[in-house]
């Protein structure tokens, strides 16, 4: 069974607007954090914003915002005032269990979603 | 050197080859990692290494390799590519000190075409 799921390939959005791209997720785990990377067309893997399962607000890094709703198992990633530059993929990705001595995290990623910001 | 680098950029082999990816990190960070990434399928994990003298095995391990002598360095050895080892090849790494988010900081990636 797939543990990280992003339903939408691609994306279309208008410059200006707000977007919402889908994540769902799958664990047992209580504790698990649920990452989103950026990775434009040049190919570089940019982190954007991280939400734990036991915080207890959604996550906002500037333009970003994560809609963490635990009963669904989803991690929805919300871009406001879309921009040319937001155009890119993206991927959400999942640590299963508490963060291990020494950083390791081991991260579960899904096939991502590719967005397009017309002007 | 700021971050993740990768060597080579781009690489063309042939099949049976041996080959191995460089990546060296500046940031001491403890964990690193290897993940190949394929259209619709995201990033796999294939090695990671919670630390220097330590490594483990990912997602999709078969027919890599990899050493982890020092904190900096991380090489991922293909011992004798195949073509469906064609892929983009992604490095990198984490640490605690970063916060408990302990998100993964990624190199540019590899490009690697075996024919």
């Known amino acids: 069974a797939q543990k990280i799921t992003q339903t939408q390939p691609g994306m279309f959005v208008q410059e200006k607007e707000a977007v919402t791209l889908d994540c769902t997720y799958d664990?047992?785990?209580?504790?698990?954090?649920l990452f989103w990377y950026k990775q434009p067309s040049s190919g570089e893997m940019i982190f954007l914003i991280y939400?734990?399962?036991?915080?207890?607000q959604n996550a906002t890094e500037g333009r970003y915002s994560l809609n963490f709703q635990k009963a669904r198992k989803s991690a929805n990633l919300v871009i406001s005032a879309s921009q040319l530059g937001d155009s890119a993929m993206y991927f959400c990705?999942?640590?299963?269990?508490?963060?291990?001595?020494?950083?390791?995290?081991?991260?579960?990623f899904g096939a991502g979603t590719r967005l397009a910001v017309h002007p | 050197i700021a971050g993740i680098t990768q060597a080579p950029t781009s690489q063309i082999l042939a099949a049976g080859r041996r080959m191995t990816l460089r990546c060296t990190q500046d940031?001491?960070?403890?964990?690193m990692y290897w993940y190949r990434q394929d259209l619709g399928l995201g990033l796999r994990l294939i090695h990671y290494?919670?630390?220097?003298?330590?490594?483990g095995k990912g997602e999709v391990p078969d027919g890599y390799s990899v050493s982890r002598a020092n904190t900096d360095d991380f090489p991922l050895t293909l011992a004798s590519a195949v073509p469906s080892q064609t892929s983009v090849y992604f490095c990198a790494s984490s640490d605690s000190r970063g916060g408990v988010n302990n998100e993964q900081f990624f190199g540019p990636g590899t490009r690697l075409t075996v024919l």
């Open positions: 939400q734990g399962s036991y915080d207890e």
């Open positions: 940031m001491r960070h403890n964990a």
């Open positions: 290494s919670n630390t220097a003298g330590t490594t």
């Open positions: 664990t047992s785990d209580q504790s698990y954090g």
């Open positions: 990705a999942m640590r299963e269990g508490r963060p291990l001595s020494g950083g390791y995290n081991k991260l579960i």
